[in-house]
C-alpha cells in the first residue's frame, strides 16, 4: 500500500466549518507535504513541514506532525465553497532519495 | 511565468504504436518526476531525475522509459503503449529533491 493514506476518503461539510484530514506513512521521513487537486486538474503544492517541525500554519491552513505515530494533520479553518477539492500528503523518504510517495487523498466537498 | 509545460495535453493512441509525452520547466530545477494518476487513486511515481543524466526508478515504471539530457526537459516514453497505461499522467519539477514540487497541468491519455 502507498507510504502516505488519507483519513477520511471523503469528508463533507458547511461552508464555516473546520475540515481535519488525516495522514498516516510507514518509514521515517525527512519532510511531508499536502497538496490540493481540483478536479483532475495539476496538484497545487499547500505547506511544507519538515521532520524537526511539529506544526506550520499558513493562512487558514495548520498542519501537524507527530514523528512518533508517524501521522500528520492538516486543519482548514473556516471552509469555504471554494476548498472544494482533492487533498493529498506527500513524503520524502529519509532513505530512497528521489522517491516521493503520495497517498490516495480525501475528497472534501464544502457546500454553501 | 514560471511553469511546468507537458504536450499533449489529451492523447488517444491504440496499442503498441510508440508515443512521447513532454515535459518542461523553465525555473531550473534540478529535480524532476512523472506520475500517473488513476480514478480514486492517489499519484504513483514512475521515474524520477535527481538532476542531467541522473534518472531512477520509481514505484511503476514498467512500460515507461525516461531521458534527461538536458535541465530543463524530461520526456515519458512509452514504446509499446498497452490499454493498461490508460492514466492521467504529471510531471513535476522542484528546485531540488525534498523540495516543493510545480506540477504541469497533466496528459490524459487513452490507449485503446
Known amino acids: 500500500s502507498q507510504q502516505g493514506e488519507e483519513d477520511p476518503q471523503a469528508l463533507s461539510i458547511q461552508e464555516g466549518e473546520n475540515a481535519t484530514m488525516n495522514c498516516s506513512y510507514k518509514t521515517s521521513i525527512n519532510n511531508l507535504q499536502w497538496y490540493r487537486q481540483n478536479s483532475g486538474r495539476g496538484l497545487v503544492h499547500l505547506i511544507l513541514?519538515?521532520?524537526?517541525?511539529r506544526e506550520k500554519h499558513s493562512g487558514r491552513l495548520r498542519v501537524t506532525l507527530d514523528t512518533s505515530k508517524k501521522s500528520s494533520s492538516l486543519l482548514i479553518t473556516a471552509s469555504r465553497a471554494a476548498d472544494t477539492a482533492s487533498y493529498f500528503c506527500?513524503?520524502?523518504?529519509?532513505?530512497?532519495?528521489?522517491?516521493?510517495?503520495f497517498g490516495d487523498g480525501t475528497t472534501l466537498t464544502v457546500k454553501p | 511565468e514560471a511553469q511546468v509545460t507537458q504536450n499533449p495535453r489529451y492523447l488517444i493512441t491504440v496499442t503498441g504504436k510508440k508515443l512521447t509525452v513532454t515535459c518542461s520547466q523553465n525555473?531550473?530545477?534540478?529535480?524532476m518526476s512523472w506520475y500517473r494518476q488513476d480514478p480514486g487513486l492517489g499519484l504513483r511515481q514512475i521515474y524520477y531525475?535527481?538532476?542531467?543524466?541522473?534518472?531512477d526508478k520509481g514505484d511503476v515504471p514498467e512500460g515507461y522509459k525516461v531521458s534527461r539530457k538536458e535541465k530543463r526537459n524530461f520526456p515519458l516514453i512509452l514504446e509499446s503503449p498497452s490499454p493498461n497505461q490508460t492514466s492521467l499522467y504529471f510531471c513535476a519539477s522542484s528546485l531540488k529533491y525534498q523540495e516543493t514540487q510545480y506540477f504541469g497541468p497533466g496528459t490524459r491519455l487513452l490507449v485503446l
Open positions: 513541514i519538515r521532520s524537526n517541525e
Open positions: 525555473m531550473n530545477h534540478e529535480y
Open positions: 531525475s535527481m538532476n542531467v543524466e541522473v534518472t
Open positions: 506527500a513524503t520524502d523518504a529519509s532513505t530512497n532519495a528521489g522517491k516521493s510517495t
